[in-house]
């Protein structure tokens, strides 16, 4: 079974529903940029992403069934694996009563130094508290 520790709600808002009365595709990647930041604020909150921090390098969202206007839901998000320069975070748009799975999203992350504008090798210091928050030895993968 599939551990999350990082979970969080989402108010949805009346500007979330498109013309058909669920929540517009647009929204997504919103709700999942909350579970990133709640995350790492959980796991690395001395992350400063004004010097080193992390940037989208890819994201690929899968729409399994529609929210609507009143549905109640939560982000879900867990890192699965941790490279040298990047690490892939899953996560999961879930009903918060039923835990129907309603989305479903991969995202690579690229450490990042902001000031020299280029990528570089994710601390180890990062790696040793997502392993210890996930429960996972990320070095034995």
């Not at 058909?20 to 001395?46: A, I, M, R, W």
């Not at 929210?67 to 109640?72: A, E, I």
């Not at 941790?82 to 892939?88: H, L, Q, V």
Request: glycine share 4%; net charge negative; aromatic share 12%.
């Amino acid at each position: 079974m599939e551990v999350f520790k990082s979970i969080i709600p989402v108010q949805l808002r009346f500007s979330d529903v498109d013309s058909l009365g669920h929540v517009s595709n647009t929204q997504y990647q919103n709700y999942y940029d909350l579970g990133k930041v709640d995350y790492f604020d959980k796991v690395l909150p001395e992350m400063d992403f004004n010097e080193l921090g992390v940037v989208g390098a890819s994201v690929k969202i899968d729409y399994i069934l529609p929210v609507f206007m009143r549905t109640q839901i939560v982000v879900k998000t867990r890192v699965i694996k941790i490279g040298n320069k990047s690490m892939t975070l899953e996560h999961q748009l879930c009903d918060t009563q039923s835990d129907i799975l309603y989305s479903s999203c991969l995202a690579v992350l690229v450490c990042y130094n902001v000031w020299k504008q280029e990528s570089q090798p994710i601390p180890e210091e990062w790696k040793q508290k997502i392993s210890d928050f996930e429960g996972v030895d990320f070095n034995s993968k």
